[in-house]
């Protein structure tokens, strides 16, 4: 069955609160997350090709390719430029909430 994937945001280097998570396929590359993230907000095709995806090891963060597989890993850091759609997108939807949801 599916897995989920939590995503964190960061923008420019700095990590920020806003976790949201993806479901994609068990063996899912990187580049299926991605275009969950992508589903999920609404993204457009250009904007999702700027993004990174992150993973951190021991205080080191790495960019993983598209093509790889996730493997066990079930939290990623998303890397945005400060002027990303998406990034203005969570920053509102987190002061109009203030519950921490997105879409609400």
């Given amino acids: 069955g599916p897995i989920e994937v939590k995503l964190q945001r960061m923008v420019e280097g700095k990590e920020f609160g806003d976790e949201f998570v993806v479901s994609v396929p068990q063996n899912a590359s ?3 997350v991605r275009a969950a ?4 907000f609404g993204s457009a095709p250009d904007e999702v090709k700027s993004w990174r995806i992150v993973r951190k ?3 080191v963060m790495t960019t993983m390719l598209d ?3 996730l493997g066990k890993r079930r939290k990623l850091l998303l890397m945005l430029s400060g002027n990303s759609s998406l990034a203005q997108k969570l920053s509102q939807s987190r002061s109009d909430a203030g ?3 997105v879409g609400s």
Avoid at 37 to 40: F, S, W, Y
Wanted: proline share 0%; glycine share 18%; hydrophobic share 40%.
């Fill in 30 to 32: 990187v580049k299926d």
């Fill in 67 to 69: 093509a790889e597989n």
């Fill in 57 to 59: 090891q021991a205080g």
């Fill in 37 to 40: 993230v992508a589903q999920l």
């Fill in 99 to 101: 519950n921490g949801g």
